[in-house]
């Protein structure tokens, strides 16, 4: 959702754990661009309290009773405009990360990531970026990898990783690989900077809108 420039970035947190929920709020409320304009305890109550309050980002467990996260992230994300949104969960990877990635998740955090990465993770999805905990991204990856693709993934797959520049594929392969940026600066030998902007339009590239995907593209494109 669009806002003014110097207004506070609304946030919702759905979650069925009360202390879980508290947790959050403190943690949000200490950053004084983010102002928590709501809470629910199930799917549900969520999704009506997103229809009345209307924030920029979502806080979401992934596992609720009365109506579990992914289906109401397939239900937010259905709205003429939806919230961007931030899956929370106590594991580090599991099936329903994928399928909530596919339907439109902005982002996936363990409940046990530090504070300020929570704050962070915040601003960068309502900026509209993605972010994914590193060891959630980790272990996605290396579940990719052991799958076979299906033969039309890999001509597609194939198709849009030739345009990719050399060092562009570079930045890939080590993408695809599970490598922060900072690994991937400091082995290729770039600033920050610029291993940000190559990954960017990789991403474009290779039509993709996270890292997750971008591994799994140049896994089917046989460049891993």
């Known amino acids: 959702m669009n806002q003014p420039a110097d ?3 609304r946030v919702v947190i759905i979650d069925d754990d009360a202390l879980v929920r508290t947790a959050l709020a403190m943690i949000l409320r200490d950053d004084t661009t983010i102002e928590v304009v709501g809470e629910a305890a199930d799917g549900q109550a969520g999704l009506d309290l997103v229809g009345r309050v209307a924030p ?3 806080l979401m467990d992934i596992r609720m009773p009365r109506l579990d996260g992914l289906e109401a992230l397939g239900r937010l994300m259905a709205r003429p405009v939806p919230a961007k949104v931030i899956m929370l969960t106590t594991f580090d990877a599991d099936d329903l990360v994928l399928r909530a990635l596919g339907d439109g998740a902005s982002g996936f955090l ?3 990531t530090p504070p300020a990465e929570i704050v962070a993770a915040v601003h960068r999805v309502a900026a ?3 972010m994914l905990s590193p060891s959630v991204t980790a272990q996605l990856i290396a579940r990719l990898r052991k799958t076979a693709p299906e033969p039309q993934r890999v ?3 194939q198709a849009l990783a030739v345009t990719l520049t050399d060092r562009e594929r570079d930045v890939a392969i080590a993408v695809g690989e599970g ?9 290729l030998h770039l600033s920050m900077a610029t291993v940000k ?6 991403m474009t590239k290779l039509v993709v809108t996270n890292r997750v995907q971008l591994a799994n593209r140049i896994h089917d494109a046989g460049l891993l």
């Open 7 to 9: 207004a506070p970035i």
């Open 56 to 58: 920029d980002v979502v």
């Open 110 to 112: 363990l409940k046990h």
């Open 128 to 130: 509209g970026e993605h």
């Open 155 to 157: 001509l597609q797959a």
């Open 179 to 187: 490598k922060l940026n900072a690994q991937i600066a400091a082995e």
């Open 197 to 202: 902007a190559h990954v960017s339009r990789i």
